[in-house]
């Protein structure tokens, strides 16, 4: 038997909103397709994508979890920094040709430790509410994260002895925006700060198909972005990186969450145009 993957990338609140509206678009086409989906063998998420899988996981409605992104009304934390303000903070862990990648992710750790953000309880609350259930699922989920100390890439599942309100506030912890958060003697931060998609997470499946909230060609700071990281996974693939209409509706800072309505509404635009090749691709 084929074991499937829903892999959901990073991509800050629009990338919540619009990956949620991607899978209601979905099944607003092919629900057979979405039902597929949202049984799938693996649950992957990094940051953004860490937020939506443990949402699918609790086993919530699309059509709740839908309606949660185009509220007016929301938990969610006006940030004090913006993308760009990150991008500065890729680019200053650039700034040694020589370092390897766990050294350059050590130095935009150190920056996360060291910036003047909200307490952690305060953040930890903020994701508390994203979740209709804060206790794992009993299925197959994993987020991703980052040891500051190390910059190694850590996956966490239910068996990781890390909450999973905490597991999914460190995959979601972007360095300098956001407190990296404490689990015993380590501290961790975004799991997508490496890699936006983490398909090394993934490689026990045969398939998957995999949301990314930016443009194919977006630029990465670290390794060969995540097209080329899909292009290279072992078994099937198919992708479904945001068009441009999205890219639009997620402005100028995809952290704000005035973002989240019209990425919703674009994802499940994007979700209804994807929806015959994605039933075509799990065969429903």
Same mark, same amino acid.
């Given at each position: 038997?084929?074991?499937? =993957?829903? &892999?959901?990338?990073? =991509?800050?609140?629009? =990338?919540?909103?619009?990956?949620?509206?991607?899978?209601?678009?979905? /099944?607003?086409?092919?629900?057979?397709?979405?039902?597929?989906?949202?049984?799938?063998?693996?649950?992957?998420?990094?940051?953004?994508?860490?937020?939506?899988?443990?949402?699918?996981?609790?086993?919530?409605?699309?059509?709740?979890?839908?309606?949660?992104?185009?509220?007016?009304?929301?938990?969610?934390?006006?940030?004090?920094? /913006?993308?760009? #303000?990150?991008?500065?903070?890729?680019?200053?862990?650039?700034?040694?040709?020589?370092?390897?990648?766990?050294?350059?992710?050590?130095?935009?750790?150190?920056?996360?430790?060291?910036?003047?953000?909200?307490?952690?309880? &305060?953040?930890?609350?903020?994701? +508390?509410?994203?979740?209709?259930?804060?206790?794992? @699922?009993?299925?197959?989920?994993?987020?991703?994260? $980052?040891?500051?100390? !190390? +910059?190694?890439?850590?996956?966490? #599942?239910?068996? /990781?002895?890390? =909450?999973?309100? #905490? *597991?999914?506030?460190?995959?979601?912890?972007?360095?300098?925006?956001?407190?990296?958060?404490?689990?015993?003697?380590?501290?961790?931060?975004?799991?997508?700060?490496?890699? !936006?998609?983490?398909? !090394?997470?993934?490689?026990?499946?045969?398939? %998957?198909?995999?949301?990314?909230?930016?443009?194919?060609?977006?630029? !990465? @700071?670290?390794?060969?972005?995540?097209?080329?990281?899909?292009?290279?996974?072992?078994?099937?693939?198919? *992708?479904?990186?945001?068009?441009?209409?999205?890219? *639009?509706?997620?402005?100028?800072?995809?952290?704000?969450?005035?973002?989240? $309505?019209?990425?919703?509404?674009?994802?499940?635009?994007? +979700?209804?145009?994807?929806?015959?090749? %994605?039933?075509?691709?799990?065969?429903?």
């Amino acid at each position: 038997m084929t074991k499937r =993957g829903l &892999v959901l990338a990073g =991509g800050g609140l629009a =990338g919540i909103a619009w990956e949620t509206g991607v899978l209601v678009g979905i /099944s607003d086409e092919a629900p057979e397709a979405a039902r597929a989906l949202l049984a799938a063998d693996v649950l992957l998420g990094t940051s953004a994508g860490s937020t939506v899988a443990a949402q699918l996981g609790s086993g919530a409605s699309l059509e709740a979890l839908f309606d949660a992104q185009v509220a007016a009304e929301t938990h969610e934390l006006v940030p004090g920094a /913006s993308i760009d #303000d990150v991008m500065q903070l890729f680019a200053g862990a650039m700034a040694s040709p020589d370092a390897t990648l766990e050294e350059r992710l050590q130095h935009i750790g150190a920056v996360a430790v060291a910036a003047d953000t909200v307490p952690e309880p &305060v953040r930890r609350a903020v994701i +508390g509410h994203r979740l209709p259930s804060r206790e794992w @699922p009993d299925r197959v989920l994993r987020v991703t994260a $980052i040891d500051v100390e !190390t +910059g190694e890439l850590v996956i966490v #599942d239910r068996d /990781s002895g890390i =909450g999973l309100v #905490d *597991a999914v506030a460190a995959s979601c912890a972007v360095p300098g925006v956001w407190p990296p958060v404490t689990v015993g003697d380590r501290r961790f931060m975004d799991g997508g700060v490496g890699s !936006t998609v983490n398909l !090394t997470a993934a490689t026990d499946c045969d398939a %998957i198909v995999v949301l990314v909230p930016s443009s194919e060609s977006a630029p !990465t @700071p670290f390794g060969a972005g995540a097209a080329a990281e899909i292009a290279g996974f072992p078994g099937e693939t198919l *992708a479904v990186f945001a068009d441009d209409d999205s890219i *639009a509706a997620f402005g100028p800072n995809p952290l704000d969450p005035a973002c989240r $309505i019209p990425s919703a509404n674009a994802g499940r635009t994007q +979700g209804r145009q994807h929806a015959d090749a %994605i039933a075509r691709f799990l065969g429903v």
